[in-house]
């Protein structure tokens, strides 16, 4: 390894063009029809985040790492 940081996403409110807001949709679709989740948990999940947002109750964070090899 010859290289690594720290990538941090942070997303302290409901911005409609922010990361987190943007993959709820995907994140939905994604889960839509697995076991025990249906689209009204979904849409109910997606509002709920909705609202936080603004109530100013809302929060995102996620860490992503990367690192860097050479081959020998």
Do not use: K
Not at 23 to 29: A, D, L, N
């Amino acid at each position: 390894m010859t290289g690594r940081s720290l990538i941090p996403l942070f997303n302290p409110t409901h911005d409609q063009d922010a990361y987190s807001a943007l993959i709820m949709g995907m994140i939905g679709r994604l889960v839509t029809g697995r076991p025990g989740i249906t689209s009204v948990d979904v849409d109910a999940w997606m509002a709920d985040l909705r609202e936080r947002g603004a109530d100013d109750d809302y929060l995102f964070s996620v860490n992503r790492y990367c690192f860097v090899a050479a081959a020998e």
